[in-house]
C-alpha cells in the first residue's frame, strides 16, 4: 500500500452525530447533513471528537460509517473514527470500519493510561499490522491529555499503511517540526480550525476542521487560495471566522456547532449526556454564535421597524426623565450628533448640566431604578477610573437581546468614554464642567449593527459632534 494517499488533501469535516431528543442516533439528520456540505467539501470524518465517538458504541460508530458512506454514494472518501483507549479495542473497531467500507481510519493517541513513547509506537504498529486499512494518527492534547511525540510520528512514518496525522494541538512550531521530521513520507492535515490557513501555508497538505460542518464553503475558498498562492484571500477567509471558532473551540466544539447549526437551519438534535445544548451552553455563547453568523451572511438577522430620534432635540430626553421645559428653565447644555450609514449608523443626542439641579437627580434616578431593556450605563475610561463630568448611558432602543447590548455596552461605552476625554483635552469641555455637572447620552444603535469596530468608530465621531454642539 503507498505511504500517501492522492485523495488526502482539500477539507475534510468531522461530521457531528446527529441525534433524536431520546438520543438515539438519526440517520436522515445525519444524511441531510452530509447532503448539506457535499458541494463544498473532499471527504468526510465520522466518529471524531465533534461526532462524540466517546458517548457512542462501536456498533453505533458503524452505523454512521454505514449511513454516510450510503448517502456519499462512493463518490467521496470517508475517514472513520477508530480511537479507543486499548490496542485491542482499535483493532476490532478498524476491521468493522474497513468492512463498512471505509477510506481509512482515524485513530488518537492512546488515552486516559497513558503509554510511554514506545507503547504509543506499538499502538499503531500493532494496528497496522492487524488491519490493512491507511491509518491516520490523530494529536489532540487538549482531550486525550498528552501529544504524539514527534519522534513516535517520525518512526511511525516509515511504516507503509500509516498514511497521515491530523494535529489538532493548535500548537504551529508543533506541526513544523512534524512535517520537518516526516519529510513529506505523510500527508499532515491541519485539524485546529484557529490555525488552519497558516498550517495550510506552511505546508498541510488539507484540514480536518469542525466549523466545516457549519460552512465549508468558506474553508473550501480558503484552501483554493492557499493552493492557487492567494494568501492575502485565504487569510481574510481565517480572519473572518475567527471568533466563531474560537467560541466553538472553547464551548464544547460539537455542543456548540450543533447548536450554530440549527441557526443556519440544519437540525441535528442535541448533544449525548452529559452534553446538553440546554444547560451547557449559556445564552449569552448562543447570542454571540448567531452575531458572529450574521457577519458571515449565515443567518439573517432579524427584522427591525426602527426609526432615529428626529423630535426637536430638547425633547428628545423625555423617557430618561428630562422634558423641554427643564432643558429650558434650567439652561441645560444639549447636542447631537450621527456617523455612519444603513445598519451601522448612531445617533448621540447629549444633555449635561449641574448635577445639584434636576439632571443631578434624574442621573441619581436612572442609576437606581434602572427600566428593563433601557438600563443606563456609568461611563468609564477603565475599570474604576470612571469618565468626568460623570455620564450615563442610556439606550434610545430597547435591548431585547445580548447582541443588542454588546454594541452599546461594549464599543458604545468605550468610543462615549473616549470622545468625553478628548473633549476635555481639547478645551472644550472645561474644569468647571467636569467638577460641577453631569451628562446623559441617549445613543440610537440599529438593531441589526453588527461590527464592534465600525460601531466603535460610529459612535466616537457622533459623541465628538454632540460635544462640540454642546459645548460651543
Not at 488515552?111 to 491516520?136: M, N, W
Not at 450574521?294 to 426623565?321: Q, T
Not at 470612571?386 to 454588546?406: C, D, E, G, H, W
Request: hydrophobic share 40%; net charge positive; aromatic share 6%.
Amino acid at each position: 500500500m503507498p505511504a500517501k494517499l492522492e485523495w488526502l488533501k482539500g477539507i475534510f469535516p468531522p461530521l457531528v452525530t446527529a441525534f433524536h431528543k431520546d438520543e438515539s442516533i438519526d440517520a436522515e439528520g445525519i444524511r441531510t447533513l452530509v447532503r448539506y456540505v457535499n458541494d463544498h467539501v473532499d471527504g468526510f470524518v465520522t466518529s471524531g471528537t465533534t461526532g462524540e465517538f466517546p458517548y457512542m458504541t462501536t456498533e453505533e460508530n458503524k452505523r454512521v460509517l454505514e449511513t454516510v458512506i450510503d448517502e456519499s454514494k462512493g463518490k467521496k472518501p470517508v475517514i472513520a473514527g477508530a480511537s479507543a483507549p486499548a490496542t485491542k479495542q482499535v483493532i476490532e473497531m478498524a476491521r468493522k470500519a474497513k468492512q463498512a467500507g471505509a477510506s481509512a481510519v482515524l485513530v488518537t493517541t492512546p488515552y486516559f493510561l497513558h503509554p510511554s513513547p514506545k507503547g504509543c509506537y506499538q499502538h499503531f504498529y500493532e494496528l497496522t499490522r492487524a488491519v490493512d486499512i491507511p491509518v491516520i494518527m490523530y494529536n489532540i492534547p487538549q482531550t486525550v491529555g498528552a501529544f504524539l511525540p514527534v519522534d513516535v510520528i517520525e518512526d511511525l512514518s516509515e511504516i507503509p499503511n500509516i498514511v497521515g496525522l491530523k494535529d489538532t494541538s493548535g500548537n504551529l512550531a508543533y506541526t513544523l517540526k512534524v512535517l520537518e521530521k516526516v519529510e513529506g513520507r505523510i500527508d499532515v492535515l491541519v485539524g485546529n480550525d484557529e490555525i488552519a490557513v497558516p498550517s495550510l501555508l506552511s505546508g498541510c497538505s488539507g484540514a480536518i476542521l469542525m466549523s466545516a460542518n457549519v460552512f465549508p464553503e468558506l474553508w473550501k475558498k480558503a484552501y483554493r487560495a492557499v493552493v492557487t498562492g492567494k494568501v492575502q484571500e485565504a487569510m481574510e477567509v481565517q480572519r473572518s471566522v475567527q471568533k466563531v471558532v474560537r467560541i466553538f473551540g472553547g464551548n464544547g466544539a460539537g455542543l456548540a456547532l450543533k447548536a450554530a447549526l440549527k441557526m443556519v437551519g440544519m437540525n441535528v438534535g442535541t448533544a449525548r449526556r452529559p452534553l446538553r445544548i440546554g444547560g451547557s451552553l449559556l445564552p449569552e455563547v448562543m447570542a454571540e454564535i448567531q452575531l458572529e453568523l450574521e457577519k458571515l451572511g449565515k443567518v439573517k438577522p432579524p427584522a427591525a421597524n426602527f426609526r432615529y430620534p428626529s423630535a426637536d432635540l430638547r425633547s428628545r430626553f423625555v423617557d430618561i426623565g428630562i422634558s423641554a421645559e427643564i432643558v429650558n428653565r434650567e439652561r441645560l447644555r444639549t447636542g447631537t450628533g450621527t456617523a455612519g450609514a444603513d445598519a451601522e449608523k448612531v445617533q448621540v443626542d447629549l444633555v449635561s448640566g449641574s448635577k445639584k439641579g434636576e439632571i443631578g437627580a434624574v442621573y441619581a434616578e436612572q442609576c437606581t431604578y434602572p427600566r428593563h431593556g433601557y438600563e443606563a450605563l456609568t461611563t468609564i475610561l477603565e475599570p474604576n477610573l470612571m469618565i468626568r463630568p460623570s455620564t450615563l448611558i442610556v439606550p434610545f432602543v430597547a435591548l431585547k437581546n445580548l447582541r443588542q447590548a454588546n454594541m452599546v455596552y461594549g464599543p458604545g461605552q468605550a468610543a462615549v468614554g473616549k470622545a468625553i476625554l478628548d473633549g476635555i483635552t481639547s478645551g472644550q469641555i472645561h474644569q468647571k464642567s467636569m467638577e460641577d455637572e453631569v451628562m446623559l447620552v441617549s445613543l440610537t444603535v440599529h438593531p441589526r449593527a453588527l461590527n464592534h469596530h465600525t460601531m466603535y468608530r460610529n459612535v466616537y465621531k457622533a459623541m465628538s459632534k454632540a460635544i462640540t454642539a454642546a459645548y460651543s
